[in-house]
């Protein structure tokens, strides 16, 4: 299976960034035939949504479409959010402008929320109410919170018991086994079923 990881923390060297990463390679460690493919929101050049791009000749659309293609290539997702002011960074919630259903309408996406301290919640419950209506990217119900996130996820050991590290470690593991259900039960379904009736573009 093929994962797109979204990396939404516009910070250079972010934490987000790390988990990403972290996640990739347990990813790939979990099964010699998965790959990844991250996209890291502060190395990529991604501009402020306009109406332009719902015209494929626009330069804007052209520009997003390299973006697309690497989206819409992904068999399962992850949406990785840090919480800024208690929010979603405007440079994740941007990026998801551009993604539609013809992309990821019906794929399994996990969310995960990144903290400094012991915060994360809030990313989560904002993303769970906005960013898949028109798109249908599905929410698996399971999330992941990394808190404490410079203190853990930083090596893959998971022997060393210290608390949250081993903890958090562990627990990226079981959301990762439920995302692979989800990834092998909806891809199944997408080939038996027609989902995409053009008459309903967005969702109510």
């Not at 493919?37 to 804007?60: F, G, H, Q, V």
């Not at 539609?100 to 809030?122: E, F, N, R, T, W």
């Not at 410079?150 to 958090?168: L, P, Q």
Request: glycine fraction near 6%; include cysteine.
């Amino acid at each position: 299976m093929h994962y797109v990881i979204i990396s939404g923390s516009t910070r250079e060297n972010s934490q987000s960034f790390k988990v990403a990463q972290w996640l990739a390679t347990q990813i790939e460690n979990d099964d010699a035939s998965n790959t990844t493919d991250i996209i890291n929101l502060y190395k990529e050049d991604i501009p402020i949504w306009n109406d332009t791009a719902w015209n494929s000749d626009s330069e804007l659309s052209k520009h997003m479409k390299q973006y697309k293609d690497r989206v819409s290539k992904s068999d399962g997702l992850i949406l990785i959010s840090p919480e800024w002011h208690g929010m979603v960074p405007g440079g994740l919630k941007n990026f998801l402008l551009y993604i539609s259903s013809q992309h990821v309408a019906h794929k399994p996406c996990l969310l995960v929320g990144v903290s400094g301290s012991i915060g994360g919640a809030y990313p989560i419950a904002e993303l769970r109410m906005s960013g898949y209506k028109n798109n249908r990217m599905t929410y698996i119900p399971d999330h992941l919170i990394v808190r404490n996130v410079e203190k853990v996820m930083n090596d893959h050991n998971f022997d060393i018991d210290d608390g949250d590290d081993k903890y958090t470690k562990e627990r990226a593991a079981y959301s990762l086994n439920v995302l692979y259900a989800y990834t092998g039960a909806l891809g199944e379904m997408r080939k038996t079923h027609d989902l995409l009736d053009k008459r309903y573009p967005n969702g109510m």
